[in-house]
């Protein structure tokens, strides 16, 4: 059972990551190496001053792009072990997993640890402000196992309510809220955050649906035997 | 024969739900070490990757 769930796990993970390695280098690392250019003081936009919207960028960078990519498939297959875990979980007590369902358990991982975490702490541009890290962090984990959580009551749940405390669980991390900084310093025109947040969470979406379909694929054929 | 069955029951519960925890601890690792750890080289590496996923990064 273990080495199934490793096995689906770490092929789904590893192609998940090289997808959202590939797409942050197209789509999101230009708009970071254009923030990093605010954060480090080469282009001010406050005042009156225009800053450039289309300055030169550094190219690619194997060392940079290529610990990015490691870190994309570690981070992914890390997500799909415990993505396929669950659906071993569940397909032991009689659920049915295949790629079309194991795209819906994918897109209900990239709500729990990206979607929802997002929608009270939006991912960061470098030279945003920012308040103590351990906070965050704390925060960070709460909201995403209580939207796991949430996600499972409402994919597995039977009656009103269970449905009610996953509507619960879903507005606790955000009424309680995300942990703000007590004075807005981020150097990055509004512009280029917003893209950055808007890109992160399309990126996150993507390698998420791989993860969870490739996730469902490889454990049914794993099981096709059994 | 009930104490037994229940020993039986039990030790088969453990072996149904322990590779899953298994998955799912060393999971957790994985993301702990790769998202949330602040080592300086570890902090580094992982830069533009925390900043992609929305990780608390700084």
New interface residues.
Partial sequence: ??SR??TS?LLAGFCAGLL?ALL?LMF??PV?LHAELFETGKLVHFGGQLADAHPDLPGFDLM??G??A???T??Q??????L???M??AA?RGVVIDARRGLLWGLAGFIAV?FA??FS??????GAA?VD?TA??VW?WGTAIATAVAMALIAFGTGAGMWGAAVVLLLAPHLIGAPQPEAFAGSVPPELASM?AAR??G??LASWALTGLLGGYFWQRENAGS | MTAQVKTAAKSTARSTVMPFLAAMVLGLGIITIAGHVQASALHDAAHDVRHATGFPCH
């Avoid at chain 1, 297959?77 to 415990?82: K, W």
């Avoid at chain 1, 702490?121 to 470098?126: A, N, W």
Wanted: contains cysteine; glycine residues 4%; hydrophobic residues 60%.
């Fill in positions: 059972m273990f769930i490793v796990a959202a942050q999101l690392q970071l940079r792009d610990l990015s490691l870190f994309w570690l981070l297959v890390g997500y799909a072990l415990i396929v875990a669950c071993a979980f032991e990206q975490p997002a702490l939006p991912p960061e541009v470098p920012y890290l965050r962090q960070w950055f992160a969470l990126v996150g």
